[in-house]
Nanobody, 113 residues
Framework: QVRPVESGGGLVQPGGSLRLSCAAS????????MAWYRQAPGKQRELVAV???????NYADSVKGRFTISRDNAKNMVYLQMNSLKPEDTAVYYC???????WGQGTQVTVSS
């Protein structure tokens, strides 16, 4: 099962960009549908983006056109490139096997001026 460690979060101004990284151990990310989730204060965790084992991607409507999920099979890493960030993107972001595996500690993203 995939054990993820997320990194790359931080404080960014509206309109800025961040690239989140997910280092996976325990299994090979290329054989899993990997996903990024986020949880904002006081809200339920939501699915942000998915990349299937075949490389197809899918996004929540709220991030479509701004976020890009990708995978580096050689490094066993999953990434989330986030552009045109908005204050409503503020949340803790998590990487996880879409169909199982473990939750990591997440990485905090704060979008504020």
């Amino acid at each position: 099962q995939v054990r993820p460690v997320e990194s790359g979060g931080g404080l960014v101004q509206p309109g800025g960009s961040l690239r989140l990284s997910c280092a996976a151990s325990g299994s090979i990310v290329s054989i899993h549908a990997m996903a990024w989730y986020r949880q904002a204060p006081g809200k339920q965790r939501e699915l942000v983006a998915v990349i299937t084992s075949g490389g197809s991607t899918n996004y929540a409507d709220s991030v479509k056109g701004r976020f890009t999920i990708s995978r580096d099979n050689a490094k066993n890493m999953v990434y989330l490139q986030m552009n045109s960030l908005k204050p409503e993107d503020t949340a803790v972001y998590y990487c996880k096997d879409r169909l199982g595996g473990y939750w990591g500690q997440g990485t905090q993203v704060t979008v504020s001026s």
